[in-house]
């Protein structure tokens, strides 16, 4: 009885872990989102307030300027695969 008690415990408890990893990914998405808007918007973070504001575009070499735009695309991209992927296998395992 105790042991089945225990079982049943532990199920529950991972259940609401995986749901709460499931919602701190949920977060995180939308954050990349939020950050991969501003930054396509040329956004600064004032991350003392937690603001984020338009600035007008410096000027800079147009080459290293597309580099970065390609490099920050890129990584942007990778973050949300790996977020989405993550969330897939944590989503599957909630539902099991």
């Given at each position: 009885?105790?042991?089945?008690?225990?079982?049943?415990?532990?199920?529950?408890?991972?259940?609401?872990?995986?749901?709460?990893?499931?919602?701190?990914?949920?977060?995180?998405?939308?954050?990349?989102?939020?950050?991969s808007n501003a930054h396509n918007k040329?956004?600064?973070?004032?991350?003392?307030?937690?603001?984020?504001?338009?600035?007008?575009?410096?000027?800079?070499?147009?080459?290293?300027?597309?580099?970065?735009?390609?490099?920050?695309?890129?990584?942007?991209?990778?973050?949300?695969?790996?977020?989405?992927?993550?969330?897939?296998?944590?989503?599957?395992?909630?539902?099991?």
């Amino acid at each position: 009885m105790a042991a089945s008690t225990a079982r049943e415990v532990d199920a529950k408890a991972s259940h609401f872990s995986r749901n709460e990893v499931k919602n701190g990914l949920l977060d995180s998405i939308e954050l990349l989102e939020s950050l991969s808007n501003a930054h396509n918007k040329r956004g600064k973070i004032n991350p003392s307030k937690g603001q984020v504001f338009v600035v007008e575009p410096q000027e800079e070499d147009e080459d290293e300027g597309n580099e970065e735009e390609r490099l920050a695309s890129f990584w942007f991209t990778e973050l949300d695969n790996k977020l989405a992927e993550t969330l897939n296998t944590v989503v599957s395992e909630v539902t099991e």
